[in-house]
Antibody
């Protein structure tokens, strides 16, 4: 069974940092591309970052480029998102998501971790 | 960036109704269009990928169609568990983008 379990969310002040983790299991992690998607309270889904299976190809949304860093550790079946220079508008549930092996769509999502940025 | 616009933003329907949700893209997204269902407090769930392919385990009352820039999600014979918010998503280019969502509510 595919499982994606996020952790690392919490309350942080504007300008602060957090590191989100996503533990993957139930599939061969190193062969899959991964994404992070977020959802602000009461709002829709926002794609924020992509990483290839090897980690060599990375993409970001304009809203987070230069502040967030995606990475992965294939030896530990883990995905990460480093959040720096946090803003209040970064408050959201952050989802780790797997891309289908046969296409570009997201086929599995984690349960999400809540990041709250407030003074 | 490719913008995705869903209509309607919300729809009230009864059990047994057919519901149709439209998603329009500002550019051709080819086959790279997926639909997701999200219930309150839960992660999204994949329903349809590649415009019209039904994800394993998803009931056949869900179907997708369309091409180029206009796509449709249809729910035949709406069931109580289908009341949720639905999102389209383009995976043709970066940045990936989602529609704003369509909430299907009980009439």
């Amino acid at each position: 069974e595919v499982q994606l379990v996020e952790s690392g969310g919490g309350l942080e002040q504007p300008g602060g940092s957090l590191r989100l983790s996503c533990a993957a299991s139930g599939f061969t992690f190193f062969t899959y591309e991964m994404n992070w998607v977020r959802q602000a309270p009461g709002r829709g889904l926002e794609w924020i970052s992509h990483i290839s299976s090897s980690g060599r190809t990375i993409q970001y949304a304009d809203s987070v480029r230069g502040r967030f860093t995606i990475s992965r550790d294939n030896a530990r079946d883990s995905l990460f998102l480093q959040l720096d220079s946090l803003k209040t508008e970064d408050t959201a549930v952050y989802y780790c998501a797997r891309l289908s092996g046969s296409g570009r769509h997201i086929d599995y999502w984690g349960q999400g971790t809540l990041v709250t940025v407030s003074s | 960036d490719i913008q995705m616009t869903q209509s309607p933003s919300s729809v009230s329907a009864s059990v047994g109704d057919r519901v149709t949700i439209t998603c329009r893209a500002t550019e051709d997204v080819s086959i790279w269009l997926a639909w997701y269902q999200q219930k309150p407090g839960k992660a999204p769930k994949l329903l349809i990928y590649a415009v019209s392919s039904l994800q394993s385990g998803v009931p056949s009352r869900f179907s997708g169609s369309g091409s180029g820039t206009e796509f449709t999600l249809t729910i035949d014979s709406l069931q109580p568990e289908d009341f949720a918010t639905y999102y389209c998503h383009q995976a043709k280019t970066f940045p990936r983008t989602f529609g704003q969502g369509t909430k299907v509510e009980i009439k």
